[in-house]
């Protein structure tokens, strides 16, 4: 079906551009657009431009080659465009809509330090409550991407003191709130607990099996070498040390502290999602980028 659609839109194109004007070569590019076809899109958009270069529209042409790139995970020219669409701008409020999008995209390709510092500018700065409202929220979300609770915390109180629903706004802060008092696993401990007693790392990590298993295994083979050791086979009791013992012991301070780290990143997850899941649900429905897809749409 998409494809007989694209054939169709070619067709159109070819047998009306000769004729048509510059707001029918714009609905045929939001046509294409529409319909997921980015790269026929973004060749539409570029005629438009190419042709109509003086037009307040350029800004909008450039902003949606910006979106169909960011649909087709190219983020490094999707930047370029919605800078080009932020400098075509006629008005500071487009303006600075633009610069939300850059740093969304920022946030798609997983460069936070950047979309922090892009809407904290635009917060500080901006006239316009929306738009300090729109920055707020997405500054809150990329302080929970980095599992910042207090700093989104933070954020998102000013997004919904601005405007937003007050149950939403107390829900939220509740979560981000039982986020920053969260139980997290030390990494240190769970490495020194496994360095004097194999396996209890683990244990603490939360992972028993593997701790259960580790500690066993490092047991037998303290045990065989010492066994070796006293018969005065040096030799078998080096091999079992260099080739059994070595891997296993500190493959299980390795593991301990990886499992501490892997449960607290767990349980950032878990948090963030629920957030985001409360989020989405704010004002109907807005939607966030997702760095491990490199790509976003807002």
């Known amino acids: 079906m998409k494809t007989l659609s694209r054939i169709y839109l ?9 004729l048509c004007g510059k707001d029918m070569v714009l609905d045929l590019a939001d046509r294409f657009f529409d319909l997921g076809f980015y790269e026929e899109a973004i060749i539409e958009y570029k005629r438009y431009i190419h042709f109509n270069a003086a037009t307040k529209e350029v800004s909008y042409a450039y902003y949606k080659i910006g979106l169909s ?7 490094k ?7 080009a669409s932020s400098q075509a701008a006629i008005s500071d409020s487009i303006r600075e809509e633009r610069k939300i999008d850059i ?8 460069r936070y330090d950047k979309a922090k510092f892009m809407l904290l500018k635009i917060i500080s700065f901006s006239d ?3 738009i300090r409202r729109k920055a707020s929220l ?6 929970i991407y980095c599992y910042e609770w207090g700093s989104a915390r933070d954020a998102l109180q000013v997004y919904f003191k601005e405007g937003g629903n007050t149950v939403f706004a107390r829900t939220v802060d509740t979560v981000l709130s039982y986020a920053e008092n969260m139980k997290y696993k030390s990494p240190t401990t769970a490495k020194w607990l496994s360095t004097f007693v194999p396996g209890t790392g683990q244990m603490y990590a939360g992972n028993v099996g593997e701790g259960v298993n580790s500690l066993l295994l490092n047991s037998a083979n303290i045990y065989f070498i010492i066994y070796k050791l006293l018969k005065e086979e040096y030799g078998n009791a080096y091999i079992i040390y260099f080739f059994l013992f070595r891997r296993y012991y500190f493959g299980n301070i390795y593991y301990a502290r990886k499992g501490a780290m892997d449960y607290n990143r767990r ?3 878990q948090v963030a999602d629920s957030v985001f899941a409360l989020i989405k ?5 807005i939607s966030y980028p997702d760095p491990d897809q490199e790509s976003g749409e807002f």
């Not at 790139?69 to 983020?75: A, D, M, T, V």
């Open 10 to 18: 070619y067709f159109l194109t070819l047998i009306s551009f000769p």
């Open 69 to 75: 790139y960011r649909e087709e995970h190219k983020l």
């Open 77 to 83: 020219e999707s930047l370029q465009a919605m800078e």
């Open 103 to 110: 740093a969304v995209t920022y946030i798609a390709e997983g």
């Open 128 to 130: 316009i409550v929306e």
């Open 138 to 143: 997405f500054l809150g979300i990329v302080h």
């Open 267 to 269: 349980l950032s997850e």
């Open 281 to 285: 649900r704010i004002e109907g429905i």
